[in-house]
């Protein structure tokens, strides 16, 4: 244990954020400025979200609120209250008094929310690769994910772990839609999260090991390890065993991206658990499939993405019209 100044035993310890979106508190609003300036501008909040404001004492006694698009969950009377947002669309926030009249009266923005969605193994061998998809998320632009194990990927919306020890977890996936405004000023990042459940063997299973990230057409090998009787190949359909199928090593052709699995069953095997091994494979496809909106409004920003592939640069161009606000050489982009 460290010592501090005085002799005095201390620990120490660094922690690292991550970033996902840079935006504005849209959880917690002070609307005192909008009974004074001309500001016309609308909130914005996400989808079933929950979101505090406060308004400086202006002498009301009782503040009766009236909100579109949501209700009051708390504060009613007060000038601090909550609001428990409804489905996307305009909404509104209207403060009365006893004379009828509508000193506040903001817009509200409810931008739609994504919808987290995990499928992946429920079983697998120690220290074996566990494979998780959010590929059935929506609206989602990044992806977190917590193992159970305190391990973290912040950035792929496919992955694989292993874990060193034998239980149950369970597996948590964040997803964000990093909204933008029309000028591409981030705005309110909305999120949802969902679990999933894990059990893993007191057994290892066998390791498959292989080279890098291919490309459609490329032929390469996979191999283990594992000193058994019997090796029992098997590779999604979008692959051929060219060579090696009952050894430990193979030769797989790829054909189309962006996904492949290789699975090796060697059970029965002295020391190994009776679940195949299965890892994924990135294959990045000759022509690619961009999701984004296709019907825009002009002015708008929107964000358009490819899937994540391992150790791949993306260049981005955009024709005939419209202006990239970010892309950085990443999997994702936002043009206005």
Not at 115 to 134: E, H, K, Q, R
Not at 143 to 168: C, E, I, R
Not at 254 to 281: E, F, K, R, S
Not at 291 to 319: F, H, N, R
């Amino acid at each position: 244990m460290d010592q501090g100044p005085l002799g005095v035993p201390s620990n120490e310890a660094e922690v690292y954020v991550k970033i996902i979106c840079p935006k504005p508190d849209c959880s917690n609003v002070d609307l005192s400025h909008y009974l004074t300036s001309q500001d016309t501008t609308c909130i914005t909040v996400c989808e079933n979200s929950i979101a505090t404001y406060h308004l400086e004492d202006i002498g009301l006694g009782t503040y009766t609120w009236n909100i579109a698009g949501g209700i009051i969950v708390s504060g009613q009377g007060t000038n601090d209250f909550q609001v428990q947002w409804g489905s996307p669309g305009i909404g509104s926030i209207q403060l009365g008094n006893s004379s009828g009249e509508a000193p506040l009266m903001i817009c509200v923005n409810i931008l739609a929310a994504p919808v987290a969605n995990i499928t992946g193994d429920t079983y697998v061998c120690l220290d074996t690769p566990a494979n998780f998809s959010g590929a059935g998320s929506t609206g989602a632009t990044s992806y977190v994910w917590d193992f159970g194990d305190a391990s973290l990927n912040l950035t792929a919306q496919n992955v694989s772990h292993s874990y060193t020890a034998p239980g149950s977890y369970t597996v948590s996936l964040i997803v964000t839609a990093a909204n933008t405004t029309s000028s591409g000023a981030p705005s309110c990042c909305c999120t949802d999260t969902t679990t999933w459940n894990i059990v893993v063997d007191s057994l290892p299973g066998p390791k498959i090991y292989w080279v890098s990230t291919l490309c459609e057409g490329d032929m390469t090998k996979y191999w283990t390890d594992a000193s058994c009787s019997n090796y029992n190949w098997s590779i999604s359909s979008n692959g051929t065993i060219t060579a090696g199928q009952s050894t430990d090593t193979i030769c797989v052709t790829w054909a189309t991206g962006p996904m492949g699995t290789v699975t090796l069953d060697v059970d029965p095997c002295a020391g190994y658990c009776t679940q195949p091994t299965t890892v994924n494979i990135p294959i990045i496809p000759s022509i690619g499939t961009i999701t984004g909106p296709i019907l825009v409004c002009e002015g708008s920003t929107e964000i358009y993405s490819l899937p994540k592939w391992p150790g791949t640069v993306y260049a981005w161009s955009v024709s005939p019209d419209g202006l990239i606000v970010s892309a950085n050489g990443g999997h994702t982009m936002s043009i206005n």
